[in-house]
């Protein structure tokens, strides 16, 4: 049976002290990726990526294990609630909530994560922010006992049969695409080495050097939408900026490109597509796919950085008149034979752990299955 919950009696409001260094920069105080000075993970208004943008420094930032972070604040992302399992702390426009029951496991995180995000999701926005005091009135519903106590067992277990069910489709995936090859070449190895040690040269280059004009979609409204298969993107990161698939007759940009969304974020296009009027297409489909993802890359970090929003879109000559550095050839030209080796490489390393961590999840997980199916 099912019982509803007002979130009051499940969670309560982490109350975690930030500890900044003096004159506090962000530039200077916090790293877009983790490394062994800043390794605490920070919510905040991120939508996608669980919710975390920034990472700090433990001494900076007092942090939990076992809670949820819920984003009270964002044009996209008000509402999110994301499991944080892992020692978390809070930049801005965040909170982290922890339950009040003993014995909290991971699957309890992601089940109520879900539960919640339900509840709250499409009842706060950017004028409605979901701040505590108005979310803990809500209520979810989650599996219970005939005595009214919340089934935990059943969640956990419920959880782990769809990781095992994933971990399968998973598996079909890499043997049916061909993705178990992870062995780098003596070329591959060698490169990922040089890109360690920083003896690769870059320069910086303006995009409008490298490509030809960047390109602005064309407004279409929801309701002039038709059904159809053509992608069409707008901005935002739910399912990748694509707000859906029409039959309308807009122009079709070419596939191997990227876009820039109205808040700079870079996304790499493997397809045809339509979009919007908050969406730039930097023209790169001259490059080869893994080259055009690492030029990708280069875009999203310099464009992607809170200075575009609402009051400010990013558009087309945004993206020209964007700086970014690249790998170069000993004559200082873009060298996209070795940023193509690069990213064939990472991707060999992705591939090999999540090919080892599938194998070792199947075997795992057979175990579970089994037990529970009997």
């Known amino acids: 049976m099912n019982k509803k919950f007002k979130l009051s009696e499940l969670f309560e409001k982490a109350e975690l002290k ?35 943008m920034y990472f700090g420094r433990d001494t900076d930032f007092q942090g939990l294990e076992m809670t949820l972070g819920v984003i009270s604040d964002g044009a996209i992302s008000t509402g999110d609630v994301n499991p944080q399992p892992q020692k978390t702390g809070v930049l801005y426009n965040a909170y982290l909530i922890k339950p009040k029951w003993r014995n909290v496991v991971r699957q309890h995180l992601l089940y109520t994560a879900s539960a919640c995000k339900k509840a709250i999701k499409n009842k706060f926005g950017y004028e409605n922010k979901a701040v505590w005091d108005r979310v ?14 919340i089934a935990f067992d059943y969640m956990t277990e419920y959880i782990k049969e769809l ?28 490169l990922v080495d040089d890109f360690k040690n920083g003896t690769v040269p870059w320069r910086t280059f303006k995009v409008d050097e490298l490509f030809e004009k960047s390109t602005r979609g064309k407004r279409l409204k929801s309701l002039d939408r038709t059904n159809g298969d053509l992608p069409f993107v707008t901005a935002g990161e739910t399912n990748n900026g694509i707000s859906a698939f029409i039959g309308n007759e807009v122009f079709k940009f070419k596939k191997n490109t990227t876009t820039i969304d109205m808040f700079g974020s870079a996304k790499y296009r493997n397809y045809q597509y339509g979009c919007d009027d908050h969406i730039t297409v930097v023209h790169t489909e001259q490059l080869d796919k893994h080259s055009a993802i690492f030029v990708t890359s280069a875009l999203d970090k310099a464009a992607h950085t809170g200075d575009f929003d609402y009051s400010r879109n990013f558009y087309a000559k945004d993206a020209d008149n964007l700086f970014i550095k690249l790998p170069v050839t000993d004559s ?43």
């Not at 803990?136 to 106590?149: D, R």
């Not at 990781?163 to 890499?174: D, P």
């Open 163 to 190: 990781e095992a069910e994933r971990i399968k489709e998973l598996e079909a995936y890499l043997l049916a695409t061909g993705l178990n090859d992870y062995v780098l070449t003596d070329d591959e190895k060698k």
């Open 18 to 52: 930030s500890i900044y260094p003096k004159n506090f920069k962000k530039e200077r105080d916090l790293s877009n990726i983790k490394t062994s000075e800043f390794n605490l993970p920070l919510v905040n208004a991120k939508h996608g990526d669980n919710g975390i």
């Open 332 to 374: 200082g030209t873009p060298d996209y034979k070795k940023m193509s080796i690069y990213l064939r490489a990472i991707e060999k390393l992705v591939i090999k752990g999540v090919v080892e961590w599938k194998n070792k999840k199947i075997t795992t997980t057979a175990k579970i299955v089994n037990e529970h199916t009997s």
């Open 136 to 149: 803990k009135l809500e209520e979810i519903t989650l599996p219970a006992y005939i005595t009214g106590e």
